[in-house]
């Protein structure tokens, strides 16, 4: 058995700020999003959603023009580009919303060079199969069915193995770090740590919340260069988990009520206010 430790409250409260007279828009963090496809334009309205709710400085997006004006619809603070050219990144979320089958050679190109570059990227969904080729600093963000295709690609038998385990052996295989999506998501990095962090609610078991919560792992990383990325993860985790309690009408208790994803991305800034105070 894995060690498994536990992601708490204070723990959360470590890489969380209030801002002070001398940040200014790219102290705060500068995320870039390639998410989103004409056939799922809502991933990335909601992550760069999440992105500027979890208090990021600057969202640049990157895609297709249709998914561009729909983020621009929704967030017009956002820089949207088909080239971010010599820009500062300091996070980049990518795959959210993305069908590898329907990737071109420009598609492939660009992504291959984002996780070969030097920012943090967030590789969640339909990016999962270039983890193998990483040499970025890098989190994949699975749920149960993607992993087990990640394990798969990376030749892992999906034997009778706790979960901890088979984060902890994904991590060392891929050579970055797991966060494995679950109502206990766990995070595992290849040093053999094991984190988990409980999701805060079922009411989050609904579509988009993982699109949602790509773009909080996104803005956290961004403001917290040089942290372990594992605990990044947990921290953005557990807020996103903080947001959906909030979201349903738990925050004092209760059994909550159903919530979309757009109110867990609603719901950041009271998440992160509670974890301030």
Do not use: C
């Amino acid at each position: 058995m894995v060690e498994v430790r536990e992601w708490t409250r204070d723990d959360t409260a470590r890489l969380f700020r209030v801002p002070t007279a001398d940040d200014d828009k790219y102290a705060r963090g500068v995320v870039a999003l390639r998410t989103g496809s004409p056939a799922y334009p809502g991933a990335a309205v909601l992550g760069v959603e999440a992105a500027w709710r979890t208090g990021a400085g600057f969202v640049r997006y990157v895609g297709a023009e249709r998914v561009a004006d729909a983020v621009l619809a929704r967030r017009p603070e956002t820089v949207a580009g088909a080239d971010v050219g010599r820009s500062r990144i300091d996070a980049w979320v990518i795959g959210s919303g993305t069908d590898p089958t329907d990737r071109d050679d420009a598609e492939q190109a660009a992504l291959e060079a984002i996780v070969a570059g030097d920012a943090a990227v967030v590789i969640d969904a339909g990016a999962l199969d270039l983890a193998g080729k990483a040499r970025a600093p890098f989190l994949v963000t699975p749920h149960a069915r993607e992993f087990a295709r990640l394990q798969e690609q990376l030749g892992i038998s999906t034997s009778e193995e706790d979960r901890a385990s088979a984060a902890r052996r994904t991590a060392d295989r891929v050579g970055g770090t797991v966060l494995l999506k679950g109502a206990r998501t766990l995070i595992a990095s290849p040093d053999g740590g094991v984190i988990a962090v409980d999701a805060g609610t079922g009411w989050l078991a609904t579509a988009g919340t993982g699109d949602v919560l790509a773009g909080v792992l996104g803005a956290v990383l961004a403001a917290n260069q040089g942290r372990p990325i594992a605990e990044v993860a947990a921290a953005g985790a557990w807020i996103h988990g903080q947001a959906g309690r909030v979201a349903a009408g738990m925050s004092d208790g209760g059994t909550g009520h159903p919530i979309v994803a757009m109110d867990v991305a609603a719901a950041l800034p009271q998440a992160i206010a509670d974890v301030l105070a």
